[in-house]
């Protein structure tokens, strides 16, 4: 059971627009900020959003990140075929741990 | 450029020790907070501990307190996972991973490809 709650699934045709949501507490996302990891199949995470709405260099403007209270969400506008991957939130809680939401596994219709 | 290289994964019994290795390169080392975090097969990610730039402040899950020790060797970049007194549950692809602070932003930036500990008798 992970302390952040995610879909565990979700799916979109090429160009859609698919949001994945990422539930937590006043303990965790309500004080910090939430960041967005994308593992393709067979490879490490990837570090996609960080504070919450920021797009490290060389990912594609249409990947972004919001927050309001307790929760987060990733959007991906025009879904291409090669954002097929599990995604990830994370924070920080009250304790100074480490927090990861369970995954959403997107699949490309 | 930044280089994560995980290593010392393999098979091990129940109740026995491991030290996994992270040997960084391509960035200054000793400045940055490191991760280890960790996936069991077919599940997600799950974080296992951090430790600080000069290695003086640790944390970890609770999954792992008391049994993981976490340390660093900053004159040869390279950052240790102590496991003691393993489980099944430990099962798992370990990964190591940089942390950056900024203003009020803490993430991981860059990962190792990681290295698989399976425990089993």
């Known amino acids: 059971q992970s302390v952040l709650t995610q879909p565990p699934s979700a799916s979109g045709t090429p160009g859609q627009r698919v949001t994945i949501s990422c539930s937590g507490s006043?303990?965790?996302?309500?004080?910090?900020?939430v960041n967005w990891y994308q593992q393709l199949p067979g490879t490490a995470p990837k570090l996609l959003i960080f504070n919450d709405n920021r797009r490290p260099s060389g990912v594609p403007a249409r990947f972004s990140g919001s927050k309001s209270g307790t929760s987060a969400s990733l959007v991906i506008s025009g879904l291409q075929s090669e954002d097929e991957a599990d995604y990830y939130c994370?924070?920080?809680?009250?304790?100074?741990?480490?927090?990861f939401g369970g995954g959403t596994k997107l699949t490309v219709l | 450029q930044v280089q994560l290289v995980e290593s010392g994964g393999g098979v091990v019994q129940p109740g026995m020790s491991l030290r996994l290795s992270c040997a960084a390169s391509?960035?200054?080392?000793?400045?940055?907070?490191m991760h280890w975090v960790r996936q069991a097969p077919g599940k997600g990610l799950e974080w296992v501990g951090v430790i600080a730039f000069d290695g003086s402040i640790k944390y970890y899950a609770d999954s792992v307190q008391g049994r993981f020790t976490i340390s660093r060797d900053n004159s040869g970049n390279t950052l240790y996972l102590q496991l003691n007194n393993l489980r099944g549950e430990d099962t798992a692809l370990y990964f190591c991973?940089?942390?950056?602070?900024?203003?009020?932003?803490?993430?991981?930036?860059?990962w190792g490809q990681g290295t698989l500990l399976t425990v089993s008798s």
């Open positions: 006043s303990s965790n996302i309500g004080r910090n900020t």
């Open positions: 991973a940089r942390d950056v602070k900024v203003d009020n932003s803490d993430y991981a930036d860059y």
């Open positions: 391509g960035f200054i080392f000793s400045k940055y907070a």
């Open positions: 994370a924070t920080w809680d009250d304790s100074l741990k480490g927090v």
